[in-house]
């Protein structure tokens, strides 16, 4: 019987299973050499043995279960939720470097990776359901978790105190690659402004592929300014931020929403930098903050020109708490909701000294109406406009408290608002046309 060879890389851990002569362990090493050159070994029958080479089918690492929890519910957020490739189901363990890293892709538009510590007693890796084992670890004690994967075995051994599973696996070699991104562009940008920058934009990006461009944010980067903006043809949010440094060359992509709200949540209380590096055809996108990484495909297309979309001018300016404009926009969309969403607004200014004010209402046919009103600045002439209550709302959830200016042309013009005292944000609402 010839020798079976299986070599699957040249960096992995050689296993032999010696079936006769044992004492081929001690040529082992100069064997090897002389089999991936090509050369001949010279092997017989006579001697007959099996020589595996195999990558990261073996392991045993130990975690704490609230690390691994934490680890497991940041990268499950890129598992494909629908993929006819099995293995894109699965999060991949790894030991990487006295960590253990974690990781997992949707296989289109996003990859998360995250590095826990951990003791690795042996280094390996392999793949196994996501869902599966983010449930187990979240119901498991906080204690060690003990993982061991035996060596030509595909089943990850996991141990917690008196709890004891069995997982089935898949090789780590067949998991969908993720990027590594370098040689374009690398931005630093503060987690806090960033973060805000994310929230009050990405909401306004489209849901729907019918423009795949408009499903993303626009990122351009021109001397010391990083400006967001994200439109779905009926408003558009834009953020202008401030950059540390200035940067040389004028840049632009699109970012796909998904990724940006992904990065939101992970920016958590994070006042840690974030590093945004760019891959040098401009394709793919890497975002780092600490010990996670998240790499995005970028959107291939060319942005509106949404500068000539934000009015200059107004006739009518109302400036209103934004607590009190939320809580009546939330009332009145209660009854808009058997009203196609319709909210409306009416601007009245002020009389023999009084203040103006700011009415909010919305009705249903046959169903019933509500209004309310607060107090507001007026400038200008009264006026009047309808939006779709939900847009009205997810813009002013996104505005930190103080004061929004509402700013209108006409009830068919788009409207705008913008918080006082910030010129860095602007938010612009295509009408609802209603019959006063």
Known sequence: MLPRVTITSFNFLVTVYLRQHPCLGNNLFDDMRGLLAGQSLGYT?????????????HMKVSVLQENLQR????????????????????????????????????????????????????????????RLLSDFISSLPNEKVDMTLQPRSKQLKLVCAR?????????????????????????????EGFKAAIKQVAFAAAVDDSRP?????????????????????????????ALRD??????????????????????GDSDEDVEMRLNEAQTQVLFRT???????????G??????????????????????DFTRETRIASIFARDGSGIVRL??????????????VSAKAEEIGDNTGEMDATVEGEASKIAFNGKYLQEVLQVLEGGQVALETTSPSSPGVLRPVGNDRYVHVVMPMFVQW
């Open 71 to 130: 680890g497991l519910s940041i990268v499950g957020r890129a598992v494909a939720s629908r993929t006819t490739l099995p293995i894109a189901s699965n999060v991949l363990l790894a030991s990487d470097d006295g960590q253990l890293k974690l990781a997992a892709t949707d296989t289109q538009s996003i990859s998360l990776t995250c590095w826990i510590g951990a003791t690795i007693e042996e280094e390996g890796s392999i793949t196994v359901p996501s």
């Open 163 to 191: 709890n004891e599973a069995t997982v089935g696996g898949m090789d780590a070699e067949d998991f969908p690659p993720i990027p590594t991104i370098g040689g374009g562009a690398t931005l630093k940008l503060s987690a």
């Open 302 to 323: 060319t942005f509106p020109n949404y500068g000539q979309l934000i009015p200059t001018e107004y006739s009518s300016r109302a400036v209103v708490e934004v607590g």
């Open 246 to 267: 200035t940067v040389d060359e004028k840049m632009e992509i699109i970012v796909p929403a998904r990724a940006l709200a992904e990065l939101e949540r992970l920016l």
């Open 290 to 300: 600490g010990q996670v990484e998240l790499v995005a495909q970028l959107i291939q």
């Open 213 to 241: 461009v408009l499903t993303g944010v626009d990122m351009r980067v021109e001397g010391n300014e990083l400006t967001l903006a994200a439109a779905d043809g009926f408003r558009l949010a834009v953020h202008q931020l």
């Open 346 to 359: 009416q601007v009245a200014a002020g009389e023999d000294g009084e203040p103006g004010k700011l009415v």
């Open 45 to 57: 029958a006579a001697t007959a043995h099996e020589i595996t080479v195999y990558s990261g089918d």
